[in-house]
């Protein structure tokens, strides 16, 4: 089992949608957790870290189930700009042990 | 608002040549670390260091070399480059990696061995 894992996509979804994402991850003892947005061909960039108790930045929330073990990514509203690359980042402790899911392309669709 | 910067963004090399990545921050960050991206595959961590002096192998650390001489500068050196090297290469920075810090990444750096 791959430790972290997210459905490559892509999600095909039209402008104003809500679409979800989940990450789930193999490491019990992963002690922080992010979602990070990368465009085409460009560096990834930070979109929220993932709190325990759920968090939430304008249109995007963010959720952790550390029984079940995965994260979720939930994006109201959807907007063209929106359309990216979303990664999982699950941090089981030390530098080399923060891993990067393959991603879920998300593409909005007027 | 420099961040991170590396060079070169793109580069040919023949099998059998060397080259090196360069990578500079300026946000006085101690962890930097170099990732390639492959399809299909996220990012791998190459090769890692937590400040000054100190570096330490990644996943995938096999024809790479690295150094730390400063607390700026995190160069990525391929040995004698291979086929199997083409990739997209990310060079990135961070004060550290609990909740609420962010891991900078730079431009990357596009790969090909021919």
């Known amino acids: 089992r791959k430790e972290v894992e997210q459905d490559p996509g892509p999600f095909n979804v039209p402008e104003g949608a809500t679409v979800a994402f989940n990450c789930t991850y193999s490491n019990s003892a992963s002690q922080s957790f992010f979602w990070y947005r990368q465009d085409c061909r460009k560096e990834p960039k930070l979109l929220m870290s993932?709190?325990?108790s759920g968090n939430e930045d304008g249109r995007f929330t963010a959720q952790l189930n550390r029984a079940s073990q995965y994260i979720s990514l939930l994006i109201r509203d959807s907007k063209l700009s929106d359309s990216a690359t979303y990664l999982c980042?699950?941090?089981?402790?030390?530098?080399?042990?923060?891993?990067f899911g393959t991603g879920t392309k998300l593409q909005v669709i007027p | 608002n420099a961040g991170v910067t590396q060079t070169p963004k793109f580069q040919v090399l023949k099998t059998g040549q060397s080259m090196t990545l360069q990578c500079a921050q300026d946000m006085n960050h101690e962890y930097m670390s170099w990732y390639r991206q492959d399809p299909g595959m996220g990012l791998r961590l190459i090769h890692y260091s937590v400040g000054a002096g100190i570096t330490d192998q990644g996943e995938v650390p096999n024809g790479y070399n690295v150094s730390r001489s400063t607390t700026e500068d995190f160069p990525l050196r391929l040995l004698s480059a291979a086929p199997s090297q083409t990739s997209v290469y990310f060079c990135?920075?961070?004060?550290?990696?609990?909740?609420?810090?962010?891991?900078?990444f730079g431009e990357g750096s596009w790969l090909t061995v021919v």
């Open positions: 990135a920075s961070s004060s550290g990696l609990a909740r609420g810090n962010t891991i900078y």
């Open positions: 980042v699950v941090n089981s402790g030390g530098y080399q042990k923060v891993t």
């Open positions: 993932v709190y325990s």
